[in-house]
């Protein structure tokens, strides 16, 4: 098992910052892929970047490009999602969640952290 810790969620003003941390004590970590999703109240669950087990593959939703960053230090065994401009519409639950892969199928990922809650206002 994974066992996956997120924080860095919070409260922020419309054009600011957050950076979100999915940290994960398994020695096994650093072999696999890693995604962050997330889910606003009455919408389904939405991809929002990946990041392959090295960091060389790295995929981001639309909605993100050029906003949001992904990024791993294999030696903290964490992934981070530094999130700039941010809009209200990015309002969500963010989780984090480990796959043998990046993929933007949630269904591909087998371990999922508890969710950190980030609200954008305007």
């Known amino acids: 098992q994974v066992q996956l810790v997120e924080s860095g969620g919070g409260l922020v003003q419309a054009g600011g910052s957050l950076r979100l941390s999915c940290a994960s004590s398994g020695r096994t970590f650093n072999t696999y892929a890693v995604g962050w999703f997330r889910q606003a109240p009455g919408k389904e669950r939405e991809f929002v970047s990946a990041?392959?087990?090295?960091?060389?593959?790295?995929y981001y939703a639309d909605s993100v490009k050029g906003r949001f960053t992904i990024s791993r230090d294999n030696a903290k065994n964490t992934v981070y999602l530094q999130m700039n401009s941010l809009k209200p519409e990015d309002s969500a639950v963010y989780y984090c969640?480990?796959?043998?892969?990046?993929?933007?199928?949630?269904?591909?990922?087998?371990?999922w952290g508890q969710g950190t809650q980030v609200t954008v206002s305007s």
């Open positions: 969640a480990a796959a043998p892969f990046p993929a933007v199928n949630s269904g591909t990922y087998d371990y």
């Open positions: 990041i392959s087990s090295g960091g060389s593959r790295i």
